[in-house]
C-alpha cells in the first residue's frame, strides 16, 4: 500500500495544541506512527502484533 494514501488518524492522547502530536494509520499487517507537525519527516511502521504489544505494554 502506498503510505502516501493511508487513512492517518491522530492520537487521542495528543495535546491539539502542545508539540506532542501523533498520527496513527492502520495498514495491510502493519502499523505507521509519524509526527503530526513534521510529516515530511516520514513515519515508523511496526508489524500489527509488534504495535499491539507496544500499547498493551505502556497501557500497563
Not at 515530511?40 to 509488534?50: A, I, T
Request: overall charge negative; hydrophobic content about 35%; aromatic content about 6%.
Amino acid at each position: 500500500m502506498d503510505i502516501n494514501l493511508a487513512r492517518w488518524r491522530k492520537s487521542s492522547y495528543s495535546n491539539p495544541d502542545g508539540p506532542q502530536c501523533v498520527e496513527v494509520a492502520d495498514l495491510p499487517g502493519e502499523t505507521a506512527v509519524r509526527d503530526t507537525r513534521n510529516r515530511d519527516l516520514g513515519h515508523l511502521s511496526f508489524e500489527s502484533g509488534e504495535w499491539a504489544g507496544l500499547v498493551a505494554l505502556l497501557k500497563r
